[in-house]
């Protein structure tokens, strides 16, 4: 499509940093580099004079984020008639810190919420920062793509009938893969219910301009929407956008939970990209989609076709799992008829001089923007496709068996293990003993079992090519239990459900608090685990093979046993390499 006129791009914000940059006023203020003349070569001559000028301190002519009335109020006006939200607020904590704030702005201490299994971590910070109650929910799985879908319109109404007295809903949409939610009508359905929509969309600050793509949250109903600005637009890395429309949420206590957890020292470089890109969006905003979307096209279509691998289009996840759309900008290609890796192809391309955004057992994801529209794309294009060509073909010829289809069950037996209702409410099928006991040649997780992967999804017990390099992300009471026993998830007592069943509303910050916890310890110490399972042969996890060195005559109380497990998964960690 042929790029529109540009419009004249009005940034109050940037145009304020030009302007103190052109008075050449010597700075007796923060930070301590003073324009970039103690700054450290070469980071100086990286970064350049004048982007070190502008790296300045709170001042008058550059108003102040904590009580903004000029440019920076401007900036985020803006941004509020351009999304069409009620208030827009400029995040320089990343969508980690929106998240946080849109949780703390929509709950009280003991406010039940619905959160779905595949959140991504920061719902766990918010969820202990505001120490609200989270009721979780299993999306619907799809197994030929070893992929999680979307949480449903019923899954939404079944949680409010179990629990009618939930405040808000959470929501990812679009998720890592691009695959968006039905958000108009679990809006409808919170709605209906006295709740608010929180709506997690850091992979979603260009939807809404173009008709290619999904629509926004905001144009679906929801309350509040914390978005990625720097993912798929041109604000750089780390800056992102709140939104919030007043209807059902305060804006004034919105705008003091984000100054309670802003930095009093933002950076106005990042503050500045973030004018700068809504600007650009607001100027040209279809155009940039358009070429975008065009870009993604041309990839995907040269990655259909190749021996051993799929790409997932729209047509493969519409109407099914909950999701409604695609966003076409990512590119999701799936290994399933080959002897690489998700990993080692990854690997592979970083070798040829192309990074990409994901990668994991099965998945390369490959994320395509409006920047990738220019004159080298198809040669980067054919550089892609030269190096799948070179992959091996699966010997035998078969696709990979999904183990991970079972995982459903586990996350829905999780759920109805804190009264969210009978078997007969849970999601997936009703038990999953091949995925927690099978026994297989790779290494298993840090729970005894199953292990987390990158983006927040379990993988199968057995299958160590997950492994390499990945980052725990969300939580798991059942799996983070397993961690501090040493016992899988699947194998412990009916007691245990008994025993961390529902609890009173005051103890929901403490128990997100314990599970964050221990899944930010075993993604410290992920590396090390990774090295060390896959040195022994037998790929037992060293913590494992400790707990199994004491005669089961000699292990004492389960209690004993869970002190000796986490004393000695400590003493290992610190010795290992």
């Known amino acids: 499509m042929k790029k529109e006129p540009e419009k004249e791009l009005h940034q109050p914000l940037v145009e304020a940093m030009e302007r103190y940059l052109q008075e050449g006023v ?24 004048a ?15 904590h009580a903004p009335s000029g440019c920076i109020a401007a900036a985020q006006q803006a941004a509020a008639e351009l999304y069409g939200s009620d208030a827009a607020f400029l995040a320089v904590n990343g969508t980690t810190g929106a998240i946080h704030a849109m949780l703390m702005t929509a709950l009280r201490p003991g406010d039940k919420v619905l959160v779905p299994r595949n959140s991504h971590r920061s719902v766990a910070g918010g969820l202990i920062l505001a120490d609200a109650v989270p009721v979780y929910a299993a999306p619907p799985y799809l197994p030929e793509w070893g992929l999680q879908g979307q949480l449903t319109p019923d899954q939404a109404a079944q949680a409010f009938g179990r629990h009618p007295d939930l405040k808000a809903v959470v929501l990812t949409s679009p998720n890592y893969f691009g695959m968006a939610a039905d958000v108009r009508a679990i809006a409808d ?45 041109g604000a750089m890395t780390q800056c992102s956008l709140l939104h919030v429309r007043g209807e059902r949420i305060d804006l004034r206590h919105a705008a003091d939970v ?17 004018d700068a890109a809504r600007a650009q969006l607001a100027a040209d905003g279809r155009g940039m989609m358009s070429r975008a979307l065009a870009a993604a096209d041309r990839l995907r279509e040269s990655l259909t076709g190749l021996a051993g691998l799929r790409v997932l289009w729209e047509a493969d996840v519409a109407g099914r799992a909950g999701v409604t759309a695609l966003d076409r900008t990512k590119v999701t290609l799936h290994l399933d008829r080959t002897d690489v890796t998700g990993i080692e192809l ?43 060509e070179a992959l091996p073909a699966r010997q035998g010829g078969g696709a990979v068996r999904h183990d991970e289809a079972q995982i459903v069950a586990v996350l829905g037996l999780e759920s109805g293990s804190r009264g969210a209702g009978p078997a007969a409410d849970r999601s997936g099928p009703a038990a999953a003993p091949g995925l927690l006991r099978r026994n297989g040649t790779g290494a298993a997780g840090p729970c005894g079992r199953a292990y987390l992967r990158g983006n927040g999804q379990f993988l199968p017990a057995g299958d160590s090519r997950g492994l ?17 026993s040493g016992r899988p998830a699947c194998e412990r007592p009916r007691r245990h459900d008994a025993r961390h069943g529902a609890r009173p509303a005051g103890t929901a910050g403490r128990r997100a608090l314990r599970s964050y916890t221990c899944n930010k310890a075993i993604s410290l110490h992920w590396k090390a685990w ?48």
């Open 26 to 49: 010597y700075p007796l203020h923060t930070p301590g580099h003073k324009g970039g003349r103690g700054m450290a070569e070469p980071l100086r001559s990286l970064l350049g004079d």
């Open 51 to 65: 982007a070190l000028k502008m790296d300045v301190s709170l001042m008058a002519e550059l108003d102040d984020i």
């Open 189 to 233: 359905i919170a709605h209906a219910h006295g709740a608010v929509l929180l709506v997690d969309e850091a992979h979603g600050p260009h939807l809404g301009f173009h008709g290619g793509l999904p629509p926004s949250a905001l144009q679906c109903g929801a309350d509040m929407a914390a978005q990625s600005t720097h993912k798929l637009l």
């Open 258 to 274: 984000m100054s309670l957890l802003t930095t009093t020292s933002p950076n106005y470089l990042l503050m500045g990209s973030l």
């Open 346 to 388: 990854g690997g592979r391309l970083r070798e040829a001089g192309l990074a990409v955004e994901l990668v994991d057992s099965r998945h390369v994801l490959f994320l395509v923007t409006y920047a990738d529209a220019g004159a080298e794309w198809p040669a980067v294009c054919g550089r892609i496709r030269g190096v799948l």
């Open 468 to 484: 390499a390099g990945g980052t725990v992300y969300g939580t798991n009471h059942r799996m983070v239990q397993s961690a501090q």
């Open 530 to 577: 990774t090295a060390a399972a896959k040195r022994r042969s037998s790929g037992v996890w060293p913590m494992r093979s400790r707990i199994a060195a004491y005669p089961r005559s000699a292990r004492g109380s389960p209690a004993a046993r869970r002190r000796r497990s986490a004393s000695a998964a400590s003493s290992w960690i610190r010795t290992s390499p």
